[in-house]
């Protein structure tokens, strides 16, 4: 299931645009502005930000401006009362990737949303395509050619979520609460281990290759 984080400071807003997003399959994180949505994105890993303007604290220029500056690849889509030209294109050169103008339709949201995770190598079938290598999100395969590899689950959601964000560094601590959640007992070692399988898996895949950043945690490679 893919995370959504919705910054927004009109609650009721806030609200409609995160039951519309639940009921048709994504997970939602909500920040009332752009400092609690730095909390969030520090503490969570995210795959699409919907993002207001005009919000008390930080706005939606200044937030997304911090994270293309701190290397955040996540699409973003600005959904605002800002209509302008000048509004839009200020938009754009601080790094959104697409721009709504209030009162949104949801539906026409919804179909952004989807070309905006298509764009980052997601489809709509849940693949990710790196060259010859399409990974099955449903199935939790890997597959190549006429090979196929099946993956425990913990397995595959870290080698999604890595060559989903390649040349980004998560944490273990990231890693560990996007895939095992924040109720597990286990530790940051686990990942370790479970980097170990995938690359004993993989070492003869010319396509990716996942680094180890020292005192940060990992990153995947593509290799053209």
Request: net charge negative; glycine share 6%.
């Amino acid at each position: 299931m893919f995370r959504i984080l919705v910054v927004e400071d009109d609650k009721n807003l806030r609200i409609l645009m995160s039951a519309f997003l639940k009921q048709n399959g994504y997970e939602v994180l909500i920040a009332e502005d752009g400092i609690k949505a730095l909390e969030v994105l520090d503490a969570s890993l995210v795959d699409l930000m919907i993002c207001d303007i005009m919000m008390p604290n930080m706005d939606g220029y200044e937030l997304t401006s911090d994270l293309r500056k701190a290397n955040y690849t996540l699409p973003i889509l600005f959904v605002t009362a800002k209509e302008t030209f000048e509004d839009k294109k200020q938009g754009f050169l601080v790094g959104a990737d697409d721009y709504m103008v209030k009162p949104i339709d949801l539906e026409e949201m919804l179909l952004r949303i989807t070309a905006l995770l298509r764009r980052c190598g997601i489809i709509n079938e849940h693949k990710l395509i790196i060259g010859d290598v399409i990974l099955d999100y449903d199935t939790l395969t890997v597959i190549k050619g006429s090979e196929s590899v099946l993956l425990p689950k913990k397995e595959f959601y870290l080698l999604f979520k890595l060559l989903n964000y390649p040349k980004q560094i998560f944490t273990r601590g990231q890693l560990m609460q996007e895939i095992w959640g924040l109720d597990t007992e286990a530790d940051e070692r686990t990942v370790d281990v479970h980097i170990k399988r995938l690359r004993e898996k993989f070492s003869d895949y010319s396509e990716f290759e996942i680094v180890t950043v020292r005192g940060l945690g990992y990153k995947a490679e593509i290799k053209s």
